[in-house]
């Protein structure tokens, strides 16, 4: 699925690739660490969640994947727009899913609910795990005090349409 260029260096794998949040069958397939700072892990296995955001991502088929018209490097490199400064420092991964926003990007229908701009599709999945974050919100009310900055290890992650190559958006948070 993924087109490499020949700076990229093919490690293949053969058995299960884990990380502490997901669990991929990657089988015999290719995992590209690019030049350019991200691991292609190629295409979503298992349905996982980002709970605390509500995003949902589900394996595709074989002719749903077969579908995309970008590649990997394509969304990596569309991603960075909106990360440049993680995107030149930290390493990334990639995967390909079915994904399904349900509270962080959408429209309100005209009945009031919520509309989730990604709701099932094939979308380019971009993480960089390992950043620092600092908590937000609205400023204190008058008379109130100020909340501390607190800071706090999180993931930046940004949604990348992989058939329309549009740039959904990102967020950064605590994944768990």
């Not at 030049?35 to 996982?48: E, H, N, P, R």
């Not at 077969?66 to 440049?84: L, P, R, V």
């Not at 009310?141 to 999180?154: A, N, S």
Request: charged share 10%; glycine share 8%; proline share 7%.
């Amino acid at each position: 699925m993924a087109v490499l260029s020949v700076s990229a260096v093919i490690i293949v794998a053969v058995h299960l690739v884990v990380d502490p949040r997901h669990v991929r069958v990657v089988g015999h397939t290719a995992q590209a660490r690019t030049a350019s700072g991200f691991t292609d892990q190629g295409v979503l296995s298992k349905t996982l969640s980002y709970p605390v955001e509500g995003d949902t991502f589900a394996p595709p088929t074989a002719a749903q994947a077969a579908a995309a018209t970008i590649t990997a490097s394509d969304a990596f490199a569309m991603a960075c727009k909106g990360f440049a400064s993680v995107c030149a420092t930290s390493p990334a991964t990639v995967f390909l899913a079915n994904v399904t926003l349900s509270r962080t990007f959408g429209t309100e229908a005209a009945d009031g609910d919520f509309v989730p701009t990604l709701n099932n599709t094939l979308t380019y999945v971009v993480e960089w795990p390992g950043q620092h974050c600092v908590n937000h919100g609205p400023g204190p009310l008058p008379g109130t005090t100020p909340t501390p900055k607190v800071v706090y290890d999180c993931t930046y992650v940004e949604y990348v349409n992989a058939i329309t190559g549009e740039d959904v958006g990102g967020f950064s948070g605590d994944l768990k």
